[in-house]
Structures are given as structure tokens and as C-alpha cells.
Nanobody, 127 residues
């Protein structure tokens, strides 16, 4: 029902910034909570940030709080992740994900609850 395509990944120096984008297609995008996850080699995919389908509620993993900002523009069917003050520990493949939500304010942090995923975009932070 929802197709997601990430873009914006790159190689950057520590302390730099990147803006990831996720383009969505499908009729019900505006009623899906959205999330960003990341996965480093040999590690489990971990939660990064989430936003409710209204855009009014956001939640962040402690590791990125204060540095990353998730936002969405339902009119443009896009979700973004602004990443500032990047650290080598942020190196990973970043995935956007969507899950149907019955509440405008609800967000989801659990990987298994997301049925729709993008293909991922590589972010590499050098020290």
C-alpha cells in the first residue's frame, strides 16, 4: 500500500550535517506514523526517530536526541531526517518506515510494528 524511497545518504566528516529524505507513494500516507531506523554491519536495526501522522508528535532515541530532527510534509508525501553534529557512531544504513496508525498523535518505536520499509540509504561519518 505504501512504497518508500530514501535519499540523501553520503560520506561526511564528523561534526557535519546531512538531510535524509523519504518519498512515499500510496493513498493513505497521511494516516501512517513514520519512523527512521538504522543498521550498522553486524548489528540489529535500531530505532532512531518517529513522527505521528499529524506531524505534531515526535520521539527520538537517546543517542540522537538534540542532534536529529524528524519532520513530515503530508502535502508532498515526504518525511525528512535532519542530522546535525554527526558522529562516527552514526554510520549506518538508514531506513524509513511506515505503519498505519489510528491516532493522529501516535508514534511507534518498535521495528516489528512497521510493515512498510524503504531500501535504505548509506550514511558514513568519518573521524
Amino acid at each position: 500500500q505504501v512504497q518508500l524511497v530514501e535519499s540523501g545518504g553520503a560520506l561526511v566528516q564528523a561534526g557535519g550535517s546531512l538531510r535524509l529524505s523519504c518519498a512515499a507513494s500510496g493513498r493513505s500516507f497521511s494516516r501512517h506514523a513514520m519512523g527512521w531506523f538504522r543498521q550498522a554491519p553486524g548489528k540489529e536495526r535500531e530505532f532512531v526517530a518517529a513522527v505521528s501522522w499529524s506531524g505534531g508528535t515526535t520521539y527520538y532515541a537517546d543517542s540522537v536526541k538534540g542532534r536529529f530532527t524528524i519532520s513530515r510534509d503530508n502535502a508532498k508525501n515526504t518525511v525528512n531526517l535532519q542530522m546535525n553534529s554527526l558522529l562516527p557512531e552514526d554510520t549506518a544504513v538508514y531506513y524509513c518506515a511506515a505503519t498505519p496508525s489510528p491516532r493522529s498523535y501516535a508514534y511507534e518505536t518498535i521495528r516489528e510494528k512497521y510493515p512498510y520499509w524503504g531500501q535504505g540509504t548509506q550514511v558514513t561519518v568519518s573521524s
